[in-house]
């Protein structure tokens, strides 16, 4: 009872703050566009500015100091080495009497400054638009050639035996690109303003002479305006060049800096506070590995909107990976059903997978014939291998989990041999000099690279929706969830569910397990094609090994057991698992740049995931 | 009679005899020369038989094999990276390493123990993943923890400009334990050869003396002694171990752990590991606490397996901090299961054996595949494949006679 009081107010509490948190984001957020975001923004322009130049009007000073310097030491009659032990004096003297103290900036009267300052910063805006819409007509304008550049390079580097990697996007040589006369009008605008500009400065600092204003004007440029600014960009910029003294309301600032930051912080204590509420009901429906697994996934999301990291983009990401992977975790679901529990000899599957892309590649099939022909190929060869591999489960009825991973693993290293040594002719597969084919194998335009990823993709902001993929994934759920509907299908998992059961109504247990093991081995060489024609790469040697472990972690995350399955568990699973590593790794580089703590998580989600599964089957169905 | 009997310790011992031919027909294509082969041999026989007889507890006490053994092996190099880092070198600090290993790796298989016993009947399966697991963990703790939360002073273990300790912690410098083991006492395989005999003879005629051995029994033993001391002396014979030099205190304390798994099997302790190993059922009935003793068995293997990685290591003189420990377990239970162990049954004699066919096929793999196939790639690959084709085997085979086992109980 005491328990419960507890969570309730814990829970209060955390939606008192988020929705403290909240009402002072939103009644915040406006004043970015409006007259106090303007204000802000003003007052730390300013300052910067003043704080910029006033450096420039110390070396007017040491100029000024050093010419007087030479003049009294010619006048006195020194010779060279007075003249420059008096210029090296004042200079010294100069600097020391103007950098050590602080202009009263209060004193100031930044009125007129202001104003031609807000103009410039205008101007420029104007100008950037301006060439930003030229840049991007001669972009459009050189675009093909230099696409068909690329491609050329790339089937030289081919031919020449070099690692190609991934098709890159193609960017076109800017060094043409000659400014347009709207350009060049909107400029010499900007220029104009530069002066009234300089005339105000002068008006503060007046010893600031033309050749002075000159030298500043890059430095100037910048603080006013930056491609691509925006309210926090300004700040942050200001902020870093140390001029958040200027404000007379830190505070205020800050919170209508961070405004939209507090929003999402309102958002997550929100649902933390839901989360501590129902915790118990939580657990209890999706077990603790989901509940944390889940509860990141939202974590790595608002860590991503705090830290200014695009979600749109990388969700976007997110569901790409869940399509690459889910036909290979889709893989998992017959073998489930049929009772061989999680098929982690996997790899099996994916080695006849990726010999049909090889005879494609080889064969020169293009595109979508291509990319059938692959499937149609590998998958009568993951039938074969999968029959062969059933005829050995049926005879290790209860033990299959282990037997399967050291079968997947011996088959992996075997074909590792059989990468050195099978006859294929392609310079696109073989290394040149050397032998075997190469460790990854990169997939261009004239294979099936992103054949599905690209079939009908559109673009909403900047989330890409892979059509193609998402509805291969969508057919290929909807083929096996039709497959478990049908008499077979019931059987198997019959035969899955209670074998003596399923033996004594009748049902040959023997050929249902055959069908389902077949069935995950096609399914999984299908999911290889699928993931390479994604990823842009084919992967040989030892990549396979742990991909059967990465799958059967998927479809565990999303709610299945080593007993039990559905085609929900697939998508789920593999959008939450790939979520977690998608988003993991920008997360992980701005708190720890440049680590390799994306592969370390995955490690322990994936393999946590299965020592739970584990813990939950093997004591239950052993005793 | 005698024929079935034939057939049947063939089929019984399939995969080392396959292994022998193979091991014979891979010395012949290599082209290497026997001494060669057989100074390499000893080299590795130094460096992994205590591994590979760190698994027979577990497979005793009826847990198959203890893939989480890899477990110890990151124990150890957590001990050794802070030896180096306090620069303890020599001896002391090989000691001061297997000390530490003590309590991390007795933790470390406390918890593996907890955590088996909740998936029994998949050990093997879980203590691997579990590897993986700890893996991970292992990452964390060396990447992120170790030089970044955790200074660490000494030289070379943080590399500037990365994150984390460095990949390969080098033990051959002035504050690293390297050859601290082996360089203890050396000696020509000749004279190594007599001092065991001797040594060998000597307990004998104690034994003998106070009625341990039967007479029988230990006159063959001095014969068999005085035998290979006379082997000895033809020329051949001695060219073939000319290169051997036998690090005499390390091969002393394989030969201690093999009289420790002997003596433990002694005890009750050792009794009640059997009896849990054949049934659980029924050792539980005999009021044997069945989680205990499955916790015991395993800390105790974890920890001999952080020595075995220590000894490992100090015969190497330096260690990939992020990858030595992977293998352990693979090449470990793949040895033990071509000595002729199965995943319910295994002794030292095995052990040994095993470790001396894995290695040998170890040895001659890269040249013979690049003898034969003109690549030595195709070498490597084929015994990584033996590895794991060992293994597989020994659990097909296993679930094989179990399910036909259950069979026949069934009519």
């Known amino acids: 009872m005491t328990k419960n009081k507890t969570r309730i107010i814990i829970a209060a509490l955390l939606v008192v703050a ?285 860590m991503c909107l705090l830290y200014d990291l695009s979600l749109p983009t990388l969700l976007s990401n997110a569901v790409v990976r869940m399509g690459m992977n889910s036909i290979m975790v889709l893989a998992m679901v017959p073998g489930i059903q049929c009772g061989i529990s999680l098929n982690l000899g996997l790899p099996i ?55 399967t991973t050291y079968v997947g693993f011996s088959i992996v290293s075997l074909m590792c041999i059989a990468w050195l040594v099978l006859p294929f002719k392609s310079l696109k597969l073989r290394w040149p000099l050397g032998t075997g084919l ?29 059509t193609g993929l998402l509805l291969f994934m969508a057919l290929c759920c909807f083929a096996v969830w039709l497959f478990s509907r049908s008499k077979t299908g019931v059987a198997m998992q019959a035969v899955g569910n209670n074998p003596r059961f399923a033996e004594a109504t009748g049902i040959n247990v023997d050929k249902m397990r055959i069908i389902g093991t077949v069935l995950s081995t096609v399914l999984g060489a299908i999911g290889i094609l699928v993931y390479s024609q994604s990823y842009g790469f084919m992967q040989l040697y030892t990549a396979p090994r742990q991909m059967g472990f990465i799958a059967a972690s998927a479809i565990l995350i999303g709610g299945a057991s080593t007993t039990r399955c559905k085609i929900s568990h697939v998508i789920i699973g593999t959008f939450l698992f790939q979520g977690v590593l998608t988003l993991g790794m920008p997360v992980a580089n ?31 169905s052993r005793g | 009679m005698d024929k079935k009997n034939f057939k049947e310790i063939l089929r019984n011992n399939a995969v080392t005899i396959m292994f022998i031919f193979l091991c014979l027909g891979g010395m012949m294509v290599s082209g290497q020369t026997t001494a060669y082969v057989v100074y390499e041999l000893f080299g590795r026989l130094a460096r992994n038989a205590f591994l590979v007889l760190a698994l027979i507890i577990p497979i005793v006490a009826g847990m198959g094999i203890n893939f989480a053994v890899t477990i110890g092996a990151m124990a150890a190099q957590i001990a050794a990276l802070w030896v180096v880092e306090w620069g303890i070198s020599g001896v002391q600090g090989f000691v001061t390493a297997a000390l530490m290993t003590v309590p991390l790796a007795a933790f ?45 002073k000494a030289p070379g273990l943080v590399i500037m400009g990365s994150t984390g300790v460095a990949n390969t912690i080098d033990l051959s410098t002035d504050r690293g334990f390297k050859y601290a083991l082996d360089g203890l006492w050396k000696l020509p395989f000749g004279q190594a050869l007599y001092v065991v005999c001797a040594i060998v003879a000597v307990i004998t005629v104690v034994l003998m003396l106070f009625k341990k051995v039967k007479p029988v029994k230990g006159v063959v033993t001095l014969a068999a002694a005085a035998a290979l001391c006379a082997l000895y002396q033809i020329p051949a014979v001695e060219e073939i171990f000319s290169m051997v030099n036998v690090p005499m205190v390390t091969f002393g304390v394989v030969a201690l752990l093999c009289l420790f798994n002997v003596g433990i099997m002694k005890t009750r ?112 690959y084929f015994r990584v494949f033996v590895s794991y084709g060992v293994i597989a085997m020994a659990l097909v085979m296993h679930a094989w006679g179990s399910t036909g086992k259950k069979k026949s109980l069934k009519g």
Not at chain 1, 81 to 100: C, D, L
Not at chain 1, 250 to 260: L, T
Not at chain 1, 453 to 460: G, M, P, T
Not at chain 2, 325 to 334: I, K, N, P, R
Request: hydrophobic residues 50%; glycine residues 10%.
């Open chain 2, 108 to 152: 470390f298989g406390f918890l593996i123990g907890k955590l088996l016993n909740k998936m029994k009947g998949q050990e093997m399966i879980g203590g691997m993943i579990l590897g993986y697991f700890a893996n991970g963990l292992y990452q964390l703790l060396f990447l992120f923890i170790f030089g970044n939360l955790i200074p660490l």
């Open chain 2, 269 to 380: 302790l050792g009794q009640q590991f059997r009896a849990v190993g054949q049934n659980r059922t029924v050792a539980n009935a005999a009021g044997i606490n069945v989680d205990k003793v499955r916790v015991i068995a395993i800390v105790i293997s974890t920890v001999l397996a952080g020595w075995g990685q220590l000894i490992f290591v100090q015969n190497m003189g330096s260690f990939q901090t992020y990858g030595a420990h992977e293998q352990v377990g693979l090449y470990a239970g793949a040895a033990i299961l071509v000595g002729g162990a199965s995943i319910r049954r295994a002794t030292n004699k095995q052990a040994l054996l095993g470790c001396i066919l894995f290695h040998l096929l170890f040895i001659v793999a890269p040249s013979a595949g690049k003898n034969l196939f003109g690549d030595a790639a195709i070498g490597e």
């Open chain 1, 18 to 302: 988020a929705l403290a948190a909240i009402v002072l984001g939103v009644m915040n957020l406006p004043n970015r566009t409006n007259a106090t975001g303007a204000q802000i923004i003003d007052t730390l322009r300013i300052r910067t500015l003043l704080d910029a130049t006033g450096a420039g009007v110390v070396d007017s000073y040491v100029a000024i100091a050093k010419k007087e310097a030479t003049a009294a030491a010619k006048a006195a009659g020194g010779g060279m080495a007075a003249i420059r032990e008096a210029v090296a004096k004042a200079e010294e003297e100069t600097r020391a009497k103007y950098s050590g103290t602080q202009t009263d900036y209060s004193t100031l009267d930044t009125t007129a400054l202001t104003a031609a300052v807000a103009d410039y910063a205008a101007l420029l805006a104007e100008h950037d638009a301006v060439a930003v819409a030229a840049e991007n007509a001669y972009i459009a304008e050189n675009m093909a050639a230099a696409e068909a550049a690329a491609k050329a390079e790339r089937e030289a580097k081919i031919a020449a035996g070099e690692e190609v990697g991934e098709e890159t996007e193609v960017t076109v040589d800017m060094s043409g690109f000659v400014a347009t006369e709207e350009m060049t009008a909107a400029k010499a605008k900007a220029d104009a303003q530069y002066e009234a500009v300089g005339a105000a400065l002068q008006g503060i600092y007046p010893v600031l002479d033309a050749s002075a204003l000159n030298t500043l004007k890059g430095t100037i440029e910048s603080i006013v305006y930056t491609r691509g600014d925006t309210f926090t960009a300004q700040y942050d910029r200001y902020v870093a060049a140390g001029s958040e003294e200027a404000l007379d309301n830190k505070g205020a600032a800050f919170v209508v800096r961070y405004a939209d930051d507090l929003i999402y912080v309102g958002a997550a204590l929100l649902i933390a506070a839901l989360v501590v509420l129902f915790s118990e009901l939580l657990v209890r429906k999706l077990g603790i590995p989901r509940v944390i697994i889940g509860l990141f996934f939202i974590l790595l999301c608002f």
């Open chain 1, 590 to 620: 701005v708190l720890v740049p440049g680590s390799t703590i994306s592969e370390t998580l995955r490690i322990l989600i994936s393999n946590g995931i299965i020592l739970y599964a584990l813990t939950k089957s093997g004591g239950a």
């Open chain 1, 349 to 403: 599957g994916l080695v006849c997978g990726l010999i049909g892309g090889l005879v494609t590649i080889e064969m020169e099939l293009p595109g979508v014939w291509g990319f059938l022909f692959a499937i149609a190929f590998g998958s009568a060869l993951a039938a074969a291998a999968g029959w062969l591999y059933a005829q050995l489960l049926n005879r290790l009825k209860g033990e299959e989990m282990g037997v």
């Open chain 1, 438 to 466: 190469r460790n990854t194998i990169g997939l261009d335009s004239s294979n099936f690279s992103h054949i599905l990823d690209d079939f009908l993709s559109f673009k909403i902001g900047s989330f890409d929706v892979p």
